[in-house]
């Protein structure tokens, strides 16, 4: 079955760091891939998103492109911030509905 | 708009109980999806309702049952409750228009404690 790999965490940053989450995902057909993220205390919401291979999916400041050729789905900010800090999950839908495939969750904690 | 409401936000329960929780979607969404979240599991699929029927199913047994109603707010119920049965319980909305599948709007869930 479908299945979605991220990197353990926690990530620990100090501010203005690049990030890198890196997710790997094993589907078969054409998935749409996403980054949701969880901040403390609030409910998942969705960081960004995309639908076939090649296409880069961007939301404040976050990067992601989907690469078909290594079933990856890496997550990336050039500069953190200390409201960056959540948990970040990466995810895939691969069937008529809305069914998710979530990876384990990346704790991020952005340091002062 | 109002945002996915889910209730109760809090709950106890003992071994062998069921347990109903309520999730109503943003106004005009009619796909309903519920998840179970654990630390040892992380976020897993339960089940999801489309204009009040069951479009898609998780790997759950079937102590976990849902429905959805003709104003598309939905229930999930879980009976003969297990120690295992504690977990976050999400539910999300969705618009369901081509190319926006899989865009889900979550409630801050349920809190399913088992004792």
New interface residues.
Partial sequence: GDSVTQMEGPVTLSEEAFLTINCTYTATGYPSLFWYVQYPGEGLQLLLKATKADDKGSNKGFEATYRKETTSFHLEKGSVQVSDSAVYFCALNNNAGNMLTFGGGTRLMVKP | KA??TQTPRYLIKTRGQQVTLSCSPISGHR?V?W?QQTPGQ????LF?Y?SETQ??K?NFPGRFSGRQFSNSRSEMNVSTLELGDSALY?C?S?L?VE?M?????????SRLTVL
């Fill in positions: 945002g996915v796909s999806s998840y992380g976020l897993q699929f999801e489309f479009r898609n998780g999400l999300a969705s369901d190319g599948t899989g865009e889900l709007f979550f409630g801050e869930g």
